[in-house]
């Protein structure tokens, strides 16, 4: 059975730090650029970051750039979401998603970092920043 499965998400007060795991099973992640995404209640799912399938180029939305680092590690099959100095607007539903396979395109999807251009999606981990 082919999976995404996110986990490390939870409560935290600001300031504080989470890390975010997304795991494959049933196929290698080798090939794939990988997204980060999130939703709050009532807004739109947005791209958080993006990695390419080697892990050698990374795009992030503004609200993370300097608090936020995506990286993977190939031989375990997994993606990380490195989040510090949270605030409460980083309350939301964060999501993993995998692009289409085809090299042609895969550079097009991770610069967008946007939604429509992932497929292949996680169950979603809730993570909660409040005091």
């Known amino acids: 059975q082919l999976q995404l499965v996110e986990s490390g998400g939870g409560l935290v007060q600001p300031g504080g730090s989470l890390r975010l795991s997304c795991a494959a099973s049933g196929f290698t992640l080798d090939y794939y650029v990988i997204g980060w995404f999130r939703q709050a209640p009532g807004k739109e799912r947005e791209g958080v970051a993006c990695?390419?399938?080697?892990?050698?180029?990374?795009n992030y939305a503004d609200s993370a750039k300097g608090r936020f680092t995506i990286s993977r590690d190939n031989a375990k099959n997994t993606v990380y979401l490195q989040m510090n100095s949270l605030k409460p607007e980083d309350t939301a539903v964060y999501y993993c998603?995998?692009?289409?396979?085809?090299?042609?395109?895969?550079?097009?999807?991770?610069?967008?970092?946007?939604?429509?251009?992932?497929?292949?999606w996680g169950q979603g981990t809730q993570v909660t920043v409040a005091s």
């Open positions: 998603a995998a692009s289409p396979r085809n090299p042609v395109i895969r550079p097009i999807i991770q610069a967008m970092c946007a939604p429509l251009g992932f497929g292949f």
């Open positions: 990695i390419s399938s080697s892990g050698d180029s990374t």
